[in-house]
């Protein structure tokens, strides 16, 4: 039985249906720290869970005996690099509370860093798996300590604690909340809409970004890998592509051509950016777990067209 905390969040909305059509959906417990009326909740069991209340977390894992924990559940680089002490207690009491709870029941363990777990001195290109971490970013601190963390618990503890760093994600069904790599997700959006883009990250601000099926498929490989051929932990560099706001509207404009990209670039979203890689080396979890992405650029903006479209149909009716 798995545990996802942040159920409803940008990868857990999607995560949960995933794993419960293969695992089946009464072995998926979603939880997070409200209820709204989704597919997620309608689709099999949920519990409302704030991860700050250490003892909630391990009374539904115990009541649901699960044996794998999802930790989703955090503020994202924006949001946090506003309110920092919220974020710092958000991200980093609720991963220990989660961390106590898996040691606790032996659960095995995920939970994601980032590209956001680097910083302004980590080599910026083809960024390799171990390397400097020093981001200047509560998220960023976040990741790092989150990192250690869980290979703390792996080591000392014998949790089997795996994570990769996701790159940006871009995905149809929830929209994201206070990130930095919105804008690549909010693109698709505005395409649909209005045909045209404002982006408040800045042309040539390049990023690695990844289509969400992507992400999902190198979640449950990572923890589906055999343990023994798993030289890193906490966590592993994946990603799809690395692009800026233009390219993104060039590959739009294969499909809206009178698409409009325009700039007005938020000073404090730029310069989390701007301290993040601008390609990393995903050669590591290639190696020891087979990651492999299937999306790149235009496949993937065939596919969030295609879905959006569909989707305002469905909307306007
Ligand atoms: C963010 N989408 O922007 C998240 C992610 C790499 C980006 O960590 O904060």
């Avoid at 506003?82 to 980093?92: F, G, Q």
Wanted: aromatic share 8%; hydrophobic share 40%.
């Amino acid at each position: 039985k798995i545990l996802v905390t942040g159920a409803l969040g940008q990868i857990g909305s999607e995560l949960v249906m995933k794993m419960r059509e293969i695992y089946g959906s009464t072995n998926v417990i979603a939880t997070d720290i409200r209820e709204t009326d989704c597919e997620v909740v309608q689709s099999g069991p949920f519990e409302i869970l704030d991860v700050t209340e250490a003892k909630k977390i391990g009374d539904i894992a115990k009541k649901h005996n699960v044996d794998t924990i999802m930790h989703l559940a955090a503020l994202l680089s924006a949001t946090a690099e506003k309110n920092p002490l919220l974020a710092w207690n958000i991200n980093m009491g609720g991963l220990v509370n989660a961390l106590e709870v898996a040691k606790e029941l032996n659960t095995q363990f995920f939970t994601p860093s980032s590209i956001g777990a680097f910083g302004p001195n980590t080599p910026k290109d083809s960024t390799p798996q171990d390397t400097i971490q020093r981001p200047s970013t509560m998220y960023g601190v976040n990741k790092v300590s989150g990192e250690l963390l869980c290979d703390y618990y792996y080591q000392k503890f014998g949790v089997d604690t795996r994570g990769v760093r996701f790159p940006g994600l871009i995905s149809y069904v929830t929209p994201p909340g206070g990130g930095t790599t919105d804008y690549a997700v909010e693109i698709y959006y505005e395409a649909i809409k209005n045909s045209a883009y404002t982006s408040y990250i800045d042309k040539n601000t390049f990023m690695d970004m990844m289509y969400m099926p992507d992400a999902l498929q190198a979640i449950i490989q990572l923890m589906e890998a055999d343990s023994t051929k798993l030289k890193h932990r906490n966590a592993f560099n994946v990603t799809a592509m690395s692009v800026d706001p233009e390219a993104i509207a060039q590959e739009i404009r294969k499909h809206i051509p009178d698409f409009a990209l325009s700039y007005d670039v938020d000073p404090v979203r730029q310069a989390i950016a701007e301290s993040w890689p601008n390609s990393i080396d995903a050669q590591a979890a290639k190696e020891e777990w087979g990651f492999k992405a299937e999306f790149d650029l235009a496949s993937m903006t065939v596919d969030m067209l295609n879905k959006l479209k569909v989707k305002s149909e469905v909307k306007t009716g």
